[in-house]
């Protein structure tokens, strides 16, 4: 039934409103909208100014780091105390070989041996904790991202569940799966489904460590390891709250303390100020532990590599030496050395330089890499070589690794081929040495085994396409080389099973089926030829119609 207005007698709306007199009520429902409208946009503002400032950090510290660097001005120390002790010795910690044998037990799931011997480190840490870079390590072992890992440690986790070491050693193994699956770039730089890869990775970290840790709250890389991922996740509370935990549990701790300042950089919302007065409060225990003066150095060391992204090479190595007054850190010896390499192409200071970096801290994989490039760029290919194993034997499977490994691969392939008209001896040390760098580059071997065919060392030739074959069982040119060389010997039949094989992968290539057919035919195969060359001919292979029809009424 319809309702009319009282007061003039019009039809109202099906809400009861009159739309002539009734105006108080449209304005009521004009208003109500855009006032909900807004208050969820200032909801939304307000919940995204509390992601960035827990995310990015104070906005005001970002904007003050970069005032400074505008101005072209050098944020200085101001607090540290006069006479400080400084550390210009290594930290003990393990040996190379040592390393070599915690990850050979691992991958033989010598289990309760691990166990043993990961408890005695943490046994001789408890009882001095200038053992910190001990039991570091020896948990360092784990961060590798083979996927191979997470099963072993899985198994490992199963078989000792009272034990600390497997929970710790696997939140290592998802803790770099994180970082892998990050990457290292700005997070403006970085996709959401990166960070979504991260958040699952530091999750199964972050239940490990809780396990390991009610097991034992004395397990130094456990703090350091939430530290990271409370820094990474931009949540600063909790990083607070673990600073403040792991301090009371080890209050003369570098690492610790170190691993804070990192979150204290301007990447990370913090500023050179904060950076300062924390490492002004660590003095009080630098007469016990004087590497904690190097705090001091880091805000001279990150300042020099902002100056590197502004191309201000010399000066970023001034600031390097700056570092250095507050003690002998490696990663300020291995920044100035980057300068040194990448920048300024001096490779004899890079060298001294890196070569300090790793007598202070032997078991870094990023350091021996570093080194490996600045022997190469020498020309010094044995002990280029060597560094690049030992880089691969502390982080096996490491992604930066393998990508130097193929650069240096693909560069000595080159030289190969620049020497390969003029000097064939020299294109095969190019070529060896090529492999020797990279292993699985098929390319390489194909093209040294091209090289033994021009001067026909045969028996070498075969073995180089064998080899790239094995590698690459698609690259088609291996198998035509194949072909030449064992024609040389007349081998017929080995030449058709490698055939066979190639056109089983790929059985649409007419070329494939054309050279078959010439082997078929030495064999006085000739049916199998035909069939071959008429397979060749639908396929659209020319010469393989010509031939075809040349010989169609040949007789087996």
Avoid at 27 to 42: D, H, Y
Avoid at 144 to 149: K, M, Q, R, S, V
Avoid at 232 to 238: C, I, M, V
Avoid at 472 to 482: A, D, R
Wanted: proline share 3%; net charge negative.
């Amino acid at each position: 039934m319809n309702q009319t207005c009282p007061s003039c007698g019009k039809l109202v709306s099906v809400a009861g409103y009159c739309n002539l007199c009734d105006s108080s009520a449209v304005k009521e429902t004009n208003w109500i909208g855009p006032l909900v409208m807004t208050a969820i946009i200032i909801g939304i503002l307000i919940a995204g100014t509390i992601f960035s400032l827990r995310l990015f950090g104070n906005p005001l510290n970002i904007i003050r780091n970069f005032s400074i660097f505008s101005r072209n001005e050098i944020y200085q120390v101001s607090q540290a105390t006069d006479d400080l002790p400084v550390s210009r010795e290594p930290n003990e910690t393990l040996t190379l070989e040592q390393f070599a044998e915690l990850r050979e037990l691992f991958e033989n799931q010598q289990f309760e041996m691990l166990n043993s011997i990961l408890e005695d480190y943490q046994s001789g840490f408890e009882l001095n904790s200038s053992d910190e870079y001990k039991v570091l390590d020896a948990y360092r072992v784990f961060a590798g991202t083979l996927p191979i890992y997470q099963d072993v440690l899985n198994r490992w986790a199963r078989r000792s569940p009272e034990h600390y070491a497997p929970y710790l050693a696997r939140a290592n193994y998802y803790y770099a799966q994180g970082w892998e699956s990050r990457g290292n770039r700005f997070a403006t730089d970085t996709s959401e489904d990166q960070f979504r890869k991260m958040r699952f990775y530091f999750r199964n970290a972050a239940d490990d460590l809780e396990t390991a840790l009610h097991l034992n709250q004395n397990l130094l890389p456990a703090h350091l390891i939430q530290m990271g991922i409370f820094t990474a996740t931009g949540d600063t509370e909790r990083e607070d709250r673990c600073l403040r935990n792991a301090l009371e549990l080890f209050p003369h701790s570098f690492l610790i303390r170190s691993k804070y300042m990192w979150g204290l950089t301007p990447r990370w919302g913090g500023s050179y100020r904060e950076m300062e007065n924390f490492a002004a409060e660590a003095e009080q225990y630098a007469d016990f532990n004087p590497e904690l003066t190097a705090l001091y150095g880091f805000i001279y060391f990150d300042q020099s590599r902002r100056l590197v992204s502004r191309k201000k090479y010399q000066k970023a190595a001034e600031l390097c030496n700056r570092a250095l007054i507050y003690g002998d850190n490696w990663h300020f010896y291995k920044q100035r050395a980057i300068i040194y390499h990448y920048y300024l192409q001096d490779q004899s200071k890079a060298l001294t330089d890196i070569d300090r970096s790793i007598y202070l801290r032997p078991t870094m994989e990023e350091s021996y890499r570093l080194r490996s490039k600045i022997h190469f760029k020498d020309g010094d290919m044995e002990n280029a070589l060597d560094d690049l194993s030992t880089a691969e034997l502390i982080k096996p499977g490491d992604r930066n690794t393998q990508k130097w490994r193929t650069w240096a691969g693909e560069n000595l392939m080159k030289r190969g081929h620049k020497a390969f008209k003029a000097d064939l001896n020299a294109a095969i040390e190019h070529y060896d040495l090529s492999v020797r760098f990279d292993p699985a580059n098929a390319l390489a071997h194909y093209w040294r085994g091209v090289a033994f065919y021009r001067q026909k060392e045969f028996g070498s030739a075969v073995l180089d396409f064998e080899s790239s074959i094995g590698i690459n069982p698609h690259h088609f040119e291996s198998y035509l080389m194949m072909d030449y060389t064992l024609l040389e010997s007349q081998q017929w039949d080995r030449i058709l099973g490698y055939w066979n094989q190639f056109i089983e992968l790929e059985p649409e290539h007419a070329r494939a089926y054309l050279e078959r057919a010439g082997t078929n035919y030495h064999r006085k195969d000739y049916a199998s030829s035909l069939n071959d060359l008429r397979a060749a001919c639908d396929l659209g292979n020319e010469e393989g119609c010509k031939r075809f029809e040349k010989y169609k009424n040949i007789r087996q």
